[in-house]
């Protein structure tokens, strides 16, 4: 039990997911003045998902999940799939970006709003937001992030120290989560622009690349690669044991996060389609196509750009 009881942080990040949930509630009332019951209700289950993301964050960084992943490999790579998997995605299907705005002072969040749509001053503010929520530029940050992290050098430097393991590791295993998990998961008001056929190469591709990373850690090299790891006090368990058993929590766990959102697709595709032979046909052709990773910074024509709704037409 020492290993769950103890160990727990309680630093200002605590503070801040505290403040940003009542925030949310302001903005949740605020919005359900002015709309209908049916919307106040699908906001509210929709609420319960971010409250879930936030809460697989904090146990993320807070938690002694993240004391226990210095000295034991594969909770680390625990931490990771909680970072860039569970948390993103569990806050992107709660939308909170509208319930957030409504909750400044006033009108401001309207205003807000208008000025990032629409205002002068916010255009390279939109070229930055448009260029990262295009999606292969989404999918190729998310699988660049991964692959760079777990190099044995970024690796190393990072866990040698907190000041990049925290807000460089951490804050882009989830800003590229939450980027990549937009482009899957309707998060109202953005609108997804990625087709189905390249959501299902997307994510195909990303577990391929997930499942070399693990094959590289644990099948194609013969000992431990992350020097760090090598001689921590206490653990007894050998270090190159240790990356294999991480390695499998990366292969297997990521497949199980990703295989929900793979099963709708493809379900939605065959409905489209007619046919299962069609529908996969079209996704690995897709998938090896040099045309679409070459395409990463430009939108597939005719697809709805993902920009959000105005203000109020969500009431």
């Not at 569990?90 to 319930?99: E, H, K, R, S, T």
């Not at 990262?132 to 190729?140: D, E, Q, S």
């Not at 951490?170 to 937009?182: E, I």
Request: proline share 8%; with cysteine.
């Amino acid at each position: 039990m020492v290993y769950i009881t103890e160990h727990w942080a309680f630093d200002p990040f605590l503070i801040l997911a505290v403040v940003i949930a009542g925030w949310q509630e302001v903005g949740l009332r605020r919005l359900a003045r002015r709309s209908r019951p049916e919307r106040t209700r699908e906001r509210r289950l929709r609420s319960l998902w971010f409250y879930a993301g936030l809460v697989v964050l904090l146990l993320a960084v807070e938690s002694p999940i993240d004391y226990w992943a210095d000295a034991y490999f594969p909770v680390h790579m625990v931490q990771h799939l909680l970072l860039m998997f569970a948390a993103p995605s569990l806050i992107v299907a709660g939308a909170p970006w509208q319930p957030l705005l409504a909750a400044l002072p006033g009108h401001s969040g309207r205003s807000v709003t208008r000025g990032v749509l629409a205002g002068g001053w916010s255009r390279p503010l939109r070229a930055v937001g448009g260029f990262f929520l295009r999606p292969w530029v989404a999918v190729a940050l998310f699988n660049a992030v991964m692959l760079v992290w777990h190099l044995p050098g970024p690796f190393d430097l990072a866990e040698n120290n907190q000041a990049v393991h925290i807000w460089l590791i951490h804050g882009s295993f989830f800003a590229a989560g939450v980027l990549f998990w937009l482009q899957f998961i309707p998060s109202p008001p953005l609108r997804r622009r990625m087709p189905l056929v390249s959501q299902a190469a997307a994510l195909l591709v990303t577990n391929v690349i997930m499942i070399g990373i693990a094959m590289a850690l644990s099948i194609f090299v013969n000992g431990s690669v992350y020097p760090v790891y090598d001689h921590v006090p206490g653990v007894t368990l050998p270090p190159f044991a240790s990356q294999q058993i991480g390695a499998a929590i990366l292969w297997v766990c990521g497949d199980f996060w990703a295989l929900p959102t793979m099963i709708v697709i493809v379900r939605q595709l065959i409905v489209m389609d007619g046919s299962i032979t069609a529908t996969l046909d079209k996704i690995l052709n897709r998938a090896g196509s040099r045309a679409s990773w070459s395409a990463w910074g430009r939108p597939p024509a005719g697809v709805l750009t993902q920009r959000p709704s105005p203000p109020d037409a969500e009431s």
